[in-house]
């Protein structure tokens, strides 16, 4: 039970020192943020330069970031209620339906 206890603390002061020097890049000496915005954030994820970054960009920008397969069931879920696929009602079918193909 000590020696679970014992990895227990040495792993949260490991990551207490590493949310430190996470907050100490992104801040000023002044203790102000100074990392992106989400201005920012959103603009790297508008591909198609409309103003907004969509499901499908973000989509894009986060697997990126971290890899294929990245919060896929999440993302999944996001993308067909984009393309209208999640909604099972006949009126909600012409109202969502992709009339680009």
Excluded at 37 to 42: F, G, I, L
Aim: overall charge negative; hydrophobic content about 35%.
């Amino acid at each position: 039970m000590l020696k679970r206890i014992y990895w227990l603390s040495l792993l949260l002061i490991s990551l207490n020192s590493h949310a430190d020097s996470m907050l100490d890049y992104l801040t000023d000496s002044h203790g102000k943020y100074i990392g992106p915005t989400v201005e920012d954030q959103v603009a790297l994820m508008d591909k198609d330069r409309n103003g907004f970054a969509d499901v499908f960009e973000v989509r894009a920008y986060l697997e990126k970031q971290h890899g294929a397969g990245y919060q896929k069931e999440l993302l999944d879920k996001w993308e067909a209620s984009a393309s209208g696929k999640s909604c099972s009602t006949p009126f909600a079918k012409e109202l969502y339906s992709d009339r680009t193909n």
